[in-house]
């Protein structure tokens, strides 16, 4: 019966010891007369950052069988071992960088012809809810989510499957387990006091010798002279990937992924800390384009009117290679990282800091960011 059911989903829910934060279930229809399939996937460090859902269909019993696996930082969980044949497809959905899964929903679908039951899924990535994955769908009859509290992350998902032989009825339900950003941080090896290290709390104003001092208490200082050189600072440090790494001179893998996590543990202190402050973080914001005599439609821009905004951010001495390279406002948004290196543009940092401009530009032309925030309320590079 339904009672008994939601009975055995919550001792298979207490079966876990009582420091562990799990939301609970979503509150999706569920039931099953033969046992409850039940599986657990768990990220061993940090938090999910994507999730990988394959659907299988078997027509013969009308069974609709999904299996999940999880990407925990940058490495993928195997699948949870729910049965599962006759797959059909096979969506994944991944944070946006530096980003985590904060919370989940999930909408259920009937169709009594057929006995087809299917599912779609949604993430919530540092507290922004995504789009649905886009599976196979009909039907809707409901959907639930669920939430990780403020300052916190998810870490690991339950699964259950339940099965009712009148109508062939595959039920799924879902439970997530949330734990502390600060907890998760306690947790990462050799993770400096930025107080005692006289470093200001909003990273994206650290300048190359604050963040050499970081690298220093990492027992990286041997590396900050090559950060100085690349002019990588706290405004584009958070850009930065293993390619870029090798750059700066990480020839040792364990230094390299040692440094990608702390990046991605610091990142999400300052999102919290910024958020208790009820404040927007920034980077690099682009110049008021009116006071430069500029079009709001950069599709228009010559390639003059193009170097009057990388003078305007500090980059002037790059003006000559993008009128050698006649890149103008109908190719800007085309522009890749790549494509600066290739024009000579040397400088990680430099070629970091375009690239971020170029996007938040696009961004703001586009219509993409509609909320107005005042200049006091925006943490950035020029502010306190």
């Not at 829910?13 to 046992?35: R, Y």
């Not at 919370?103 to 995504?130: A, I, N, P």
């Not at 890749?336 to 996007?359: F, P, S, W």
Request: hydrophobic letters at 40%.
């Amino acid at each position: 019966s339904p009672i008994s059911m939601w009975r055995v989903l919550r001792v298979a829910c207490c079966l876990v010891p009582v420091n562990c934060a799990w939301t609970g279930l979503l509150g999706l229809t569920f039931d099953s007369n033969s046992p409850v399939e039940a599986k657990s996937l768990a990220c061993p460090s940090g938090f999910i950052t994507g999730i990988r859902v394959k659907y299988g269909r078997t027509r013969q019993e009308d069974r609709d069988l999904y299996d999940f696996k999880l990407k925990c930082q940058n490495r993928w969980t195997s699948w949870s071992g729910l049965f599962f044949k006759s797959e059909v497809e096979d969506k994944t959905w991944e944070c946006p960088s530096k980003m985590y899964v904060t919370g989940m929903e999930v909408k259920r679908g009937r169709r009594e012809w057929g006995d087809k039951d299917t599912y779609d899924f949604k993430l919530q990535c540092s507290g922004v809810w995504q789009t649905f994955l886009g599976m196979k769908f009909g039907g809707e009859q409901e959907h639930a989510s669920s939430e990780c509290p403020s300052g916190e992350g998810s870490s690991g998902l339950k699964v259950f499957r339940g099965f009712v032989d009148w109508g062939d009825k595959d039920l799924y339900e879902f439970d997530l387990h949330c734990k502390s950003i600060a907890q998760n941080l306690a947790s990462i090896r050799g993770l400096p006091d930025l107080k005692m290290l006289g470093l200001p709390r909003n990273t994206l104003l650290w300048d190359g010798e604050q963040l050499g001092s970081w690298l220093d208490a990492l027992g990286l200082g041997q590396l900050a002279p090559f950060f100085m050189f690349h002019n990588v600072n706290g405004g584009t440090v958070f850009l930065l990937t293993e390619d870029h790494l090798r750059e700066l001179g990480f020839s040792l893998v364990g230094d390299r992924l040692y440094f990608i996590e702390l990046l991605t543990q610091l990142y999400d202190d300052i999102v919290q800390w910024s958020a208790s402050l009820g404040v927007q973080l920034a980077t690099h914001p682009v110049p008021p384009l009116r006071q430069l005599g500029l079009s709001l439609q950069p599709t228009s821009w010559t390639v003059k009117d193009v170097c009057k905004v990388l003078k305007a951010v500090g980059l002037g001495e790059y003006m000559e290679l993008f009128v050698e390279h006649r890149v103008q406002g109908d190719v800007l948004f085309n522009l890749t990282e790549e494509n600066l290196k290739e024009m000579g543009i040397e400088k990680v940092g430099d070629r970091l800091l375009i690239a971020d401009i170029v996007q938040t530009l696009y961004e703001q032309v586009t219509g993409w960011q509609q909320q107005q925030v005042t200049k006091p309320q925006l943490l950035q590079l020029s502010g306190a």
